[in-house]
C-alpha cells in the first residue's frame, strides 16, 4: 500500500510538529484511496531547511493495479508551474528588461487597442486582466474554452483571401492563439475583479520567451530548473522515465508519450510542468530563503516579497468556482493563505489541478508538498481536508 522513503536529517518533535497529525495525515490519504477519491497519494514536510517526514502510498498507473506510486514518482503539477513563471517575469525585471506596470500591448501587438491596451503585466500576475477565466469557472454547464475559435483565426492558405507571403503566414500562424484568446469582449475592466486565467499566464510565457529571445519553456529549463538541480522536473518527460509517471487516465498517458506539434501552440506558463517531491521542495526551499538555495540565486530578496504580499486593492471580489470572496487577497503570481485556512497568514503557495499543492510557510520555515492524483472532478477532502491536518499539526 505505501513505499515510504522518508530521508529524515530530524525527526517531527525536533520541529515543534506533532507526531501525531503525521500518523493522522497518512491514515486520511489512506482513507481517501480506499473511498477510491483519489488513486495514490505523497507528501513531504520540513522545516529550517530539513526533510521531516517523506511517504507515498497507493497506485502509480491507472490501469495496473499492483503498480507502486513512490515518493520520488514524477507527476504533473498543473498550475503550480504558475509559480515558474511568475519567477522567470520577477528575473526580467532585476535584469531591466521588463517593469510591472508595463502594457502588455508594448511586446504583443494584438494587445493594441482600445479593449485590451490597459492590461499590465502585473494584471496578468494577480489573475485581474479581465481575460477569459477557466472553463467552468463560473459553473456554466457547458464551459468552452478559448481554445475551441481557434479554428477562425487560423490564417487562409487557399482562396482570395489566402496567405501567399511565408514569412506573413508564419507570423499568423504563431499568433492564433493570442488572437483567439482575445475574441470577444473581456469579463472586466483591468484591475476590477478577480477572475482566474490561465491563459493570461501563457500570455506571460509569450512575453518572457520574447523578451529573453529563447522559447519560454528553455529559459525555464535553463535559468530555473537546472540551476536549482531539480534534475526531475520536466515539461517533456523523457521516454525513458515513462515507467516512473504517474497517470490517472489515457488522455494523461497520451499528453506525455505522443509527439505533439506545438510550433504554433501557446506557451506551456500556466500549465505543463512535471516534477516530483523533492524537486518542488527545493523550489519552495528557495523562495523561503528569499530567493537563493545551495548559494545558488534565482530571485532576489524584493521579489520574493512582492511575489508573496497581497497587492490588491480591498473590495476586489473572487468568484471562485461559485464562491464569490469578497476583499479577496492574491500576491504576484503567488496565492495567499486567508483567515479561514489552518495555516499561519503569510503562508503562500500554489494549488496544482490532478491534483498537488506546494506551500511555503515563513512562520514555521516549512515547506510542505504533496499530491493527491484523482481521476475526480473535485475532493476537497484531498486538498483542503490534507492542509488543514498539516497545519493543524504545528504545535
Not at 530530524?10 to 486520511?28: K, M, N, V, W, Y
Not at 515507467?243 to 506545438?262: A, G, L, P, Q
Not at 471562485?320 to 495555516?343: E, M, V
Amino acid at each position: 500500500m505505501s513505499t515510504s522513503g522518508v530521508n529524515t536529517a530530524i525527526q517531527p518533535q525536533e520541529t515543534g510538529f506533532d507526531p501525531d497529525a503525521r500518523l493522522r495525515l497518512e491514515e486520511h490519504f489512506k482513507s481517501l484511496i480506499e473511498r477510491k477519491q483519489i488513486q495514490s497519494a505523497s507528501y513531504l514536510l520540513s522545516a529550517n531547511g530539513k526533510v521531516f517526514a517523506k511517504a507515498a502510498f497507493g497506485q502509480l498507473k491507472y490501469t495496473d493495479p499492483d503498480s507502486v506510486y513512490k515518493d520520488d514518482t514524477i507527476r504533473k503539477i498543473a498550475s503550480v508551474t504558475k509559480l515558474f513563471t511568475a519567477t522567470a517575469i520577477f528575473q526580467l525585471v532585476e535584469q531591466g528588461k521588463l517593469f510591472l506596470r508595463q502594457s502588455v500591448s508594448e511586446w504583443i501587438g494584438e494587445f493594441k487597442n482600445a479593449t485590451y491596451e490597459k492590461i499590465q503585466i502585473w494584471h496578468l500576475l494577480t489573475h485581474t486582466s479581465g481575460l477569459q477565466a477557466d472553463p467552468g469557472y463560473f459553473q456554466e454547464p457547458y464551459p468552452r474554452g478559448w481554445w475551441d475559435m481557434l479554428f477562425a483565426f487560423e490564417p487562409e492558405t487557399e482562396g482570395p483571401d489566402a496567405v501567399t507571403d511565408p514569412e506573413e503566414l508564419e507570423k499568423q500562424r504563431r499568433s492564433t492563439w493570442i488572437r483567439s484568446l482575445l475574441s470577444g469582449q473581456p469579463l472586466s475592466a483591468p484591475g476590477v475583479e478577480w477572475s482566474y486565467s490561465s491563459a493570461g499566464f501563457n500570455v506571460l510565457g509569450e512575453i518572457v520567451s520574447r523578451v529573453s529571445g529563447i522559447p519560454f519553456e528553455q529559459y525555464v529549463m535553463e535559468k530555473i530548473v537546472k540551476p536549482l538541480g531539480m534534475n526531475r522536473t520536466f515539461f517533456d518527460i523523457p521516454e525513458e522515465l515513462h515507467d516512473e509517471v504517474c497517470w490517472i487516465n489515457e488522455h494523461e498517458k497520451n499528453r506525455d508519450t505522443k509527439k505533439h506539434d506545438r510550433r504554433y501552440s501557446p506557451q506551456r506558463a500556466g500549465g505543463g510542468m512535471n516534477s516530483t517531491l523533492d524537486d518542488l521542495y527545493r523550489f519552495g526551499q528557495m523562495l523561503l530563503n528569499n530567493g537563493t538555495l545551495d548559494g545558488v540565486k534565482i530571485l532576489s530578496r524584493k521579489s520574493v516579497e512582492k511575489m508573496t504580499t497581497n497587492v490588491l486593492n480591498s473590495g476586489i471580489e473572487g468568484f471562485c468556482w461559485g464562491g464569490r470572496i469578497k476583499n479577496f487577497t492574491y500576491g504576484l503570481g503567488a496565492s495567499l493563505t486567508g483567515h479561514d485556512d489552518w495555516l499561519p497568514v503569510g503562508s503562500f503557495g500554489h494549488e496544482g489541478a490532478g491534483r498537488c499543492k506546494l506551500l511555503v510557510d515563513p512562520q514555521h520555515q516549512s515547506v510542505v508538498v504533496f499530491f493527491v492524483p484523482s481521476n475526480l472532478d473535485w475532493c476537497p477532502e484531498s486538498i483542503n481536508g490534507t492542509q488543514n491536518i498539516i497545519g493543524s499539526g504545528w504545535l
